[in-house]
């Protein structure tokens, strides 16, 4: 009885108190028509707490997510549907579902009468700036009497999951020889046979071993030219996101790291598309998502929601120990990193595989500040060493975009500045 007087609204508050003292005046004044008035009054909010807490399931509802998967900055909608089951009456409905702050505002409705046995659709929009997953619910609502004179609140749902993906940019070309896991076209190493006798030799880059030089390719050609070590073909494009904490600044959708994480989903996605095997990758090795060539949207799905859930890591430093490519082709998309973890890095790479790399300026992320003459000493280092080391090297702010990036990089790989596929 306390629980069913516990849902009385103000007006079913009123109504009861009223009653009380109608009672008390029809004793005093011995007024037995108003004591049969006051008996209703006081019995109808009563009867209603009481009916409304005893019908226990009336109300049901779903929701669904449109789409299941939105990328950070888009716009997309979640569906509620709401039905009432039995013949009893309905008063007003307040629903309310729970939306993280991250998603928007909470949204509310009221159905003022709830038909039976039909289906009422209700929508509205959600706009998540961050990726990540996200929980949306409950659903609670508030029922409440034809006479306004009681309401109770339920759960209707629960929790449903929404995944935030990164957003993807659109890229144009690949790098010269893109998939084939060495920095060379490949074209020789891939024709040799295994019993052909020819020595495959190129031209001379800077830094490599004197040792492996071919003096007698090199009097015949009259440029310096070395033998090209023989490995086992491994096809296919390693990208290695740096997401340590420390090696990134700024905060919210601007901060480094998301975009570190929109551009390696976009790499991933387009190489992928290109027909080549991608393995995505963290800067200790750890695999995310390995996905072939072929496939549908089923394995682009596994990369995005691999970096949808991806948090920011708490080592200080970036320490392999091993070749995180394997041998194949590595485009690296790093932080702030340090000169000994740049060595570490380089210093387990082949030198005949090829290793590009996507150095963000990370204060500029934090300070906004985008000039060239303006970058970070750091990064400047990191960049000398690695291209010291034969990597390809780009150096990213937040002004520019992921288009140009991408093809400043396939540029690092082709002498004549074209890029397979088109320029962009």
Known sequence: MLRSLSGLTTRGRCLLAAGVAAAVCAVVLNERDLLRVAVFVVALPLV?????????????????????????????????????????????????????????????????????????????????MLRGIQQIGPLRATLTDPFGLCEFDRELIGHTRLVVVPRVVGFRGLPNGSGLGAGEDGSARLHAGQGETDVIVRQYRQGDDLRKVHWRSTARRDEMMVRVEERPWRGGTTVLLDHRAAAHHGTGPGASLEWAVSLAASVCLHVRKAGHRVRLVTEHGKVLADAPGDG?????????????????????????????????????????????AVNELARFRPRGTRSLAVLLDTPAFASGVTAPDKRAAATEESAALLRAAGWGVVIADPATPMPQVWAELCRTTAGNGALIGGAP
């Open 296 to 340: 549908g949207e089923g394995y682009d799905n596994v990369i995005l929601d691999a970096l949808a859930a991806l948090q920011p890591a708490h080592q200080r430093d970036l320490t392999t120990g091993h070749d995180p490519a394997q041998g194949r082709e590595l485009i690296a998309i790093l932080g702030t990193v340090s000169n000994d």
């Open 48 to 128: 209603v707490a009481l009916f409304i807490a005893a019908s226990r399931v009336r109300i049901g509802a779903s929701r669904r997510m449109l789409p299941d998967r939105v990328a950070a900055g888009s716009a997309g909608e979640v569906e509620l549907a709401l039905w009432r089951n039995g013949k009893l009456p309905a008063g007003e409905v307040l629903l309310e579902d729970g939306v993280p702050y991250a998603l928007g505002s909470r949204p509310r409705f009221v159905v003022e009468r709830l038909p039976n046995g039909k289906v009422v659709a209700l929508r509205y929009p959600i706009q998540p």
